[in-house]
Every structure is written in C-alpha cells, then in structure tokens.
C-alpha cells in the first residue's frame, strides 16, 4: 500500500468481526462495508484475540489498508493496540488496581504501535475507562452507534468535554494526547460512522500511525463531509495538529465545510467555546474568525448539524 502519497485518508480504527462477542460480520463483509463508508484503512480490533490477523489478506486489494491491533478490554476499561505484530495478543486480565497497564502499553510501542484509550464513558459494566491517560497516545472521544440509530451520543458528549478541558494544561506542559473516532462497529451498517480522516505521507500503517500520533487528523460522521480547518498570520499558516508561531500579531482562522446542511461551526480555546455561525442550507460554506496568542494557546473546532449532533471535530492547532 506504500507510495501512494502524502494526502488525507479515511480510515476507521476500531473495527470488530464475528470473533468478537456481539460481533455479526465476517472479514469480507467488513471489507465490502469500510469501501462502501469511502474508507482507505481499517483496523482490526478484536476482544482480547488475534484471530482474524490472518484473515485480511484474502479480501483487500491496492483499495485498502488493514492495521493490526486489538481491543484490550480489561476488568476497568478498554485500550486500542493498534500496529501490533501479527499474532500478538496483549493480556487483559488485570484492573485498574493492579497497576500492570503500564507493561503492555510499553509492549505496543516497542513494536511502534499505539495505543488508545477506547469509549472512555461508555455506559456499561467494565466500559468506562478508569485508567489515567498518562502512557496512552490518543483518546477515543466519539464512537460508534451502538444499537441506536443517533450516531451520536451521551457518552461521546463527555468524552469530548473531558478531552476538552485537559487540552490547555496538557499544551503547557508539552505533552498533549490527539483525539480520535471510530465506529465500534459490530453489525452491518455501523463501520465509518464516525472515522478519523489523517493526514499521512503515504498508506502505510507507519506513517497513517505517525499522522495519528502526531494530531493531524480529524474526526467526521460520514465520507459526505468535507472539513479543512488552518490559522493564518503574515505569510505562514498551519494545518490542523501542527504549530504555528505567531508571536503578538493576530491570526486569521478559517474553516471550510462541506456536507452539513444549515449546521454550526464553533471554535473552542482555552476559554471554552469562543465563537460560532451557522452554515446555509447547502451545507457548504466558509467561517473566519481572528484571535490571537494572549487568548489562547490553541484553536480547534466542531461542526454540529441542525440537530445539535456532531458531524465534524478536529484536534487543536498550536498557537505560540
């Protein structure tokens, strides 16, 4: 999948088949439904297995990448291993409590994978993450739908608050953990709904990695969506999860959007939510906005639909 260039990519990193408990479709069939979804990558994350590494090779062509990984669900929460060996399969027989986490996320990156933080809110018996982020490389604020048809959900919105408020302290302190969305999926329908879209210098499970790791990605509800999002200032600017140095001039922030109809586009900085304007029944259109480094360390932004729903976030730009 090498060499097919530096560009964004769709692709969905929390993906589960019949190996998985609740899980209702084969490998095939999730291949069929991420090309469906307008995916270029797919992770596969199966409960506490390696089952289906094997799997993947009879199904996808030059069309699609397939990243190794698996879902560790523990006794306190769920982790992503994502990049892993093939085969290897991460213990999930501790808790919180036991102070052994650690470990294996140290496992997942001497193999240069990484690892996430799943659902962290999600509202069943063990779902809810209770581990501290610290070690993780990426947080999971939106997934999937789950046996509802709302895409989405509580859960997410707290999820997303959460990230949120730690965004600033983490910025000031040099070490801040990008977010993700993926769909969960486990039955037909589900897969893309949401994924993440990276910007990456090939298909390559390295380098869709590294652009994961690095921020440059965000998150959209479907393939109908389209979401460019940079600050500007005198004649340099920066993408979505790179830094841009802008010293006390003022910069120009802009978002262009595609595929929301009569939906809003907010920015949200340290001091919370900062501004916001609708989109017009098309659901395409351009929102600007100025700011400047005493306001704020970082920009990022959402886009909801006319029902208040996300459709689109981003992770932040770094201002300094």
Not at 87 to 108: E, H, T
Request: hydrophobic share 40%.
């Amino acid at each position: 999948m090498a060499g097919q260039g530096r560009g964004w990519y769709r692709g969905d990193c929390h993906v589960h088949s019949v190996c998985s408990n609740g899980g209702e479709l084969t490998p095939a069939q999730l291949v069929a439904g991420a090309r469906a979804a307008g995916l270029d990558f797919l992770a596969t994350t199966e409960h506490n297995t390696a089952e289906t590494h094997g799997a993947w090779s009879r199904h996808v062509g030059n069309d699609l990448l397939v990243i190794l990984g698996q879902e560790v669900a523990t006794r306190t929460g769920h982790w992503l291993a994502l990049g892993i060996r093939p085969g290897q399969v991460l213990d999930w027989r501790y808790g919180v409590r036991d102070d052994a986490v650690d470990q294996y996320l140290d496992d997942v990156h001497r193999v240069g994978g990484l690892c996430a933080a799943a659902h962290p809110h999600a509202p069943y018996a063990s779902g809810t993450f209770m581990y501290p982020y610290q070690g993780f490389d990426v947080v999971e604020v939106w997934n999937g739908q789950w046996s509802s048809d709302v895409p989405w959900q509580a859960d997410n919105e707290a999820a997303l608050a959460e990230w949120g408020r730690s965004l600033a302290a983490d910025i000031h302190q040099g070490r801040w953990r990008p977010a993700v969305g993926n769909s969960d999926t486990h039955l037909a329908g589900q897969i893309g709904r949401p994924h993440t879209v990276v910007l990456a210098d090939e298909l390559s499970v390295d380098a869709v990695l590294a652009g994961i790791r690095a921020g440059q990605s965000w998150i959209a509800a479907s393939d109908t969506i389209e979401l460019s999002f940079t600050v500007s200032a005198g004649d340099h600017s920066a993408g979505i999860g790179e830094w841009l140095k802008i010293g006390d001039e003022p910069a120009e922030v802009r978002v262009d959007v595609q595929g929301v109809p009569r939906g809003t586009v907010s920015f949200h900085t340290e001091q919370g939510k900062v501004y916001g304007q609708s989109l017009p029944g098309a659901g395409s259109g351009t929102v600007t906005w100025r700011t400047s480094t005493q306001e704020s360390v970082f920009i990022r932004t959402e886009v909801r639909d006319v029902e208040g729903r996300m459709a689109a976030l981003s992770n932040p730009i770094i201002l300094g």
